[in-house]
T-cell receptor, first 114, second 117 residues
Framework: AQSVTQLDSQVPVFEEAPVELRCNYSSSVSVYLFWYVQYPNQGLQLLLKYLSGSTLVKGINGFEAEFNKSQTSFHLRKPSVHISDTAEYFCAVSEDTGGFKTIFGAGTRLFVKA | EAGVTQSPTHLIKTRGQQVTLRCSPISGHTSVYWYQQALGLGLQFLLWYDEGEERNRGNFPPRFSGRQFPNYSSELNVNALELEDSALYLC????????????????FGPGTRLTVL
């Protein structure tokens, strides 16, 4: 991917509200798409990934994402967030440039308020 | 099963010094990736090693280098440290199943926080 853009650096939301974290990418080749989450003082862990097939991907902790090829987007959604979802979320794109390289977005900090 | 481990957890160096960071992948994983997570910049891809060879490299100067050992553990070396090298350095590992490498889930370690004064 030439770039991965996470459109919001911070997203504050109240508990039990829905949330969407936006991710757009640019690439001239086929890509694989990932969302990772980083809880405070921890490493990253995979939420979900899109490799092929159905464009709606379900992940852990009630998160899902939809791949939209025409809009080159892979937005992450959750219908009802919990305080424990407070974390930094990273969108990532893997493409074959003669050796796979994974490009991460700058991250979106989700802050869930009571 | 043990996850990805990194050492040391924290490191303080001065400009011009050299540093070596270490990473042990999950047992059975042959690929190791290194990323730099500087404040406000997200993760920047540094290096990818698989089966002892460098497979890909990010846009970093040559003073960033590394290697992968026969047991698949890896080292990241940074020479001539600069202030802007201060960051969290994350290591990840994956199974890297040949041509399906790009589909692999990467499993991340907790990182090494490097501070350059």
């Amino acid at each position: 991917a030439q770039s991965v853009t996470q459109l919001d650096s911070q997203v504050p939301v109240f508990e039990e509200a829905p949330v969407e974290l936006r991710c757009n990418y640019s690439s001239s080749v086929s890509v694989y798409l990932f969302w990772y989450v980083q809880y405070p003082n921890q490493g990253l862990q995979l939420l979900l990934k899109y490799l092929s097939g159905s464009t709606l991907v379900k992940g852990i902790n009630g998160f899902e994402a939809e791949f939209n090829k025409s809009q080159t987007s892979f937005h992450l959604r959750k219908p009802s967030v919990h305080i424990s979802d407070t974390a930094e979320y990273f969108c990532a794109v893997s493409e074959d440039t003669g050796g796979f390289k994974t490009i991460f977005g700058a991250g979106t900090r989700l802050f869930v308020k009571a | 099963e043990a996850g990805v481990t990194q050492s040391p957890t924290h490191l303080i160096k001065t400009r011009g010094q050299q540093v070596t960071l270490r990473c042990s992948p999950i047992s059975g994983h042959t690929s190791v990736y290194w990323y730099q997570q500087a404040l406000g910049l997200g993760l920047q891809f540094l290096l990818w090693y698989d089966e002892g060879e460098e497979r890909n490299r990010g846009n970093f100067p040559p003073r960033f280098s590394g290697r992968q050992f026969p047991n698949y553990s890896s080292e990241l070396n940074v020479n001539a440290l600069e202030l802007e090298d201060s960051a969290l350095y994350l290591c990840a590992s994956s199974l890297a199943l040949g041509t399906l490498a790009g589909t692999d889930t990467q499993y991340f370690g907790p990182g090494t926080r490097l501070t350059v004064l």
